[in-house]
T-cell receptor
Framework: KNQVEQSPQSLIILEGKNCTLQCNYTVSPFSNLRWYKQDTGRGPVSLTIMTFSENTKSNGRYTATLDADTKQSSLHITASQLSDSASYICVVSNSGTYKYIFGTGTRLKVLA | NAGVTQTPKFQVLKTGQSMTLQCAQDMNHNSMYWYRQDPGMGLRLIYYSASEGTTDKGEVPNGYNVSRLNKREFSLRLESAAPSQTSVYFC??????????????FGPGTRLTVL
């Protein structure tokens, strides 16, 4: 069964600290993996997209990594800011159906 | 550019009532999607339209119908609302569904409560 699991479910960190969010997937055949940021009450916004051949992708203070062999991805946030408080969603695309399988997200709270 | 817009933002219905959720995009995208988001679950695809004139079922299509009115607009209709359809509904659009790095752009969502 195609699944995307994220950990931790929630995380609280102090402003300025780094953190890493995890994503494990069982989607096959794999097409690409995306990370989205969803602010409370808003729609998700794309942060990074990685294909099978890419193992790292950065977008400012956000760096995503992909290990296609172990089917794991991580999102590293450097020097966190209050505006990073949001849910971060891992999404994996199935190349057979072009459908997106969404994880349940990690809710990050950054405290001053 | 407004991006993806959705109306209404909030709606309360009684069981059995019908309504249509409207979605429009101004990015000249070919593909459009309707998702629902429930607590503790990932977004689930209801219907999608790969291009103007086509629509296909997603993961959870029962109880819904869609219309791709033109390239810009994609509506979602609940014919007879049920409490299980209480959710947040997101419309999204993308340039081309089958492009490997196709990026989806989401609207702000419609919060629907069915009593």
């Amino acid at each position: 069964k195609n699944q995307v699991e994220q950990s931790p479910q929630s995380l609280i960190i102090l402003e300025g600290k780094n953190c890493t969010l995890q994503c494990n997937y069982t989607v096959s055949p794999f097409s690409n993996l995306r990370w989205y940021k969803q602010d409370t009450g808003r729609g998700p916004v794309s942060l990074t997209i990685m294909t099978f051949s890419e193992n790292t992708k950065s977008n400012g203070r956000y760096t995503a990594t992909l290990d296609a062999d172990t089917k794991q991805s991580s999102l590293h946030i450097t020097a966190s800011q209050l505006s990073d408080s949001a849910s971060y969603i891992c999404v994996v695309s199935n190349s057979g159906t072009y459908k997106y399988i969404f994880g349940t997200g990690t809710r990050l709270k950054v405290l001053a | 550019n407004a991006g993806v817009t959705q109306t209404p933002k909030f709606q309360v219905l009684k069981t059995g009532q019908s309504m249509t959720l409207q979605c429009a995009q101004d990015m000249n995208h070919n593909s459009m999607y309707w998702y629902r988001q429930d607590p503790g679950m990932g977004l689930r695809l209801i219907y999608y339209s790969a291009s103007e004139g086509t629509t296909d079922k997603g993961e959870v299509p029962n109880g819904y119908n869609v219309s791709r009115l033109n390239k810009r607009e994609f509506s979602l209709r609940l014919e007879s609302a049920a409490p299980s359809q209480t959710s947040v509904y997101f419309c999204a659009s993308s340039e081309a569904l089958r492009e490997i790095t196709d990026t989806q752009y989401f609207g702000p969502g419609t919060r629907l409560t069915v009593l």
